[in-house]
């Protein structure tokens, strides 16, 4: 077995606790580890004025709002809180027990950072304290997975294979709708007790992530279309500069490093493969491959190309396939790729969803043509396949240095598979 590089906390963090803000609270009571509102108008806590390098970060605060939220206000300050660093509003809590986390740039050292919470009379919030982690910046890395209530048991299995194959500075973070949290959190209650993850991920809502970055989905978007957009829209939280998002039915079994296996001469790789356009359109004639474009089904190649036509005024003899079950983003490129859509007349990522809903290959494509001194293609899978459950051990097990560290699955297999014990059979491969 490959020795593990994970399983440990994040390091370069600091805990601010609400110990650390007692002798800080202004406007609220302290109630064993919380601080709760008490109808008093103002901030619920100031300071604790620690000394903090320059550099990026993300902070999260923890706690609980009751109330959507109403009137409180997070702002961060130094110099005697005359030099204001950041102010976000809570509008809806961000996930279990955190009520809202952001990206914090402080551009020189200061030495009384403030992290404040300012609330209105009508607010109800219980306050957990603080969580300040610094980022690298010429590293900044994320995995995300975008997750229901069916995918729950293979969201726990990837989440253990990370802890044991990635490194612990690279973020987990788990995106689900807020109806299905009960069964996460029995389901990761369950993988603590027993010793299977040591930690949690940073669990997010759906909602909130669709609705803090301007993207809240039209009303007829089902799940499939609007995990594509949280995808996409994850690039606006300003949490991560690059990021790998993964289906649940995936897990790791080889170390995996972001700066080995997707860049290449220090760019993030593009997962595409080259095909010949008129070979390719013709093979999904041939097998009757269909895919949605506005609302209607046709054949693969013409949504494809559809999609490669805002982007390019011809289309070129060789095309790229950009479909797999992992993508990898680089937010700024998002970034750009959403102000494009607002040039074609589409809102935002929903409107490129709509028109057709595959957010690969609209990255991809975006990537192609738009930033082609970027556009260094890779093969789309990281993880070896898997469609059949009888599939499961043909062949050699990923070693890392073939491309593949570790499995995915695909329906039948991710249907029919136990997921720990397809885990425990894998690693024993």
């Known amino acids: 077995m490959p020795e593990p590089v994970g399983n440990g906390s994040p390091s370069y963090a600091m805990d601010l606790t609400v110990n650390d803000y007692d002798s800080f609270i202004l406007n609220g009571q302290r109630d064993d580890q919380l601080i709760r509102t008490n109808g008093k108008p103002g901030f619920l806590v100031c300071g604790p004025y620690r000394a903090c390098k320059a ?95 069916n995918d729950a048991h293979w969201s726990v299995i990837l989440f253990g294979s990370y802890l044991t194959y990635v490194k612990p500075e690279v973020p987990f973070y788990l995106i689900i709708p807020t109806k299905d949290e009960m069964i996460f959190d029995r389901l990761f209650g369950s993988a603590s007790v027993t010793g299977f993850v040591e930690r949690l991920p940073v669990i997010l809502y759906e909602d909130w992530v669709l609705k803090n970055t301007g993207n809240v989905p039209p009303a007829h978007f089902d799940g499939w279309h609007v995990q594509q957009v949280v995808k996409l ?41 080259p095909q010949d356009r008129a070979e390719i359109n013709q093979h999904f004639i041939d097998t009757d491959e269909k895919c949605w474009l506005k609302g209607n089904i046709v054949s693969a190649g013409v949504a494809f190309d559809a999609i490669d036509e805002h982007f390019s005024p011809s289309l070129e003899p060789q095309k790229y396939h950009y479909i797999g079950c992992n993508g990898i983003f680089d937010s ?41 001194q970027v556009f260094k293609p890779i093969e789309p899978c990281i993880l070896r ?29 991710c249907d029919v598979l136990q997921p720990m014990q397809t885990y425990l059979t894998c690693l024993a491969a």
């Open 55 to 149: 550099g990026i970060y993300t902070v999260t605060v923890l706690g609980e709002v009751e109330n959507s939220g109403a009137g409180a206000v997070v702002d961060v300050v130094c110099n005697s809180g005359l030099h204001e660093l950041l102010k976000t509003d809570i509008t809806t809590q961000a996930g279990p027990g955190l009520m809202t986390i952001f990206s914090l740039r402080i551009p020189q050292d200061v030495s009384d950072l403030e992290i404040r919470l300012k609330v209105a009379a009508d607010t109800r919030l219980e306050f957990g304290g603080v969580r300040v982690q610094k980022r690298d910046i010429d590293r900044d890395y994320a995995i995300i997975n975008k997750s229901y209530a």
């Open 233 to 273: 829209a994850f690039s606006k939280l300003g949490l991560s500069r690059h990021y790998l998002t993964c289906d649940s039915a995936q897990f790791f079994t080889q170390p995996f490093d972001f700066g080995t296996a997707l860049f290449r001469d220090g760019i993030l790789c593009t997962t595409a493969r």
């Open 332 to 372: 700024e490129i998002c970034l750009a790729l959403e102000a494009r859509a607002a040039e074609f007349g589409y809102s935002n990522f929903c409107g490129l969803i709509a028109f057709s809903p595959y957010e690969f290959a609209w990255y991809g494509a975006f990537v192609t043509y738009c930033h082609p």
């Open 385 to 413: 396949p898997i469609v059949e459950p009888g599939q499961l051990l043909d062949g050699a097990a990923p070693t890392g240095q073939d491309g593949y560290f570790g499995y995915l699955f695909q329906k039948p297999a």
